[in-house]
């Protein structure tokens, strides 16, 4: 059996653990969900494989 770990629910699985602990994080952790996964989306796909 394998076992694979995509980055996009990781890091979605951590923020909103985050944000139910700390609500006040909120702004926060979306502007940096969405600049991470912007940058990903323009750099990471091209030299990913």
């Known amino acids: ?19 139910l602990f700390v609500p006040r994080l909120l702004n ?6 969405l600049i991470i996964i912007g940058l990903l989306g323009l750099f990471g796909g091209i030299h990913m494989r």
């Open 1 to 19: 059996m394998n076992i694979t770990l995509s980055l996009a629910p990781l890091v979605s699985l951590i923020a909103g653990m985050l944000i």
């Open 28 to 33: 926060y952790i979306v502007a940096a969900y």
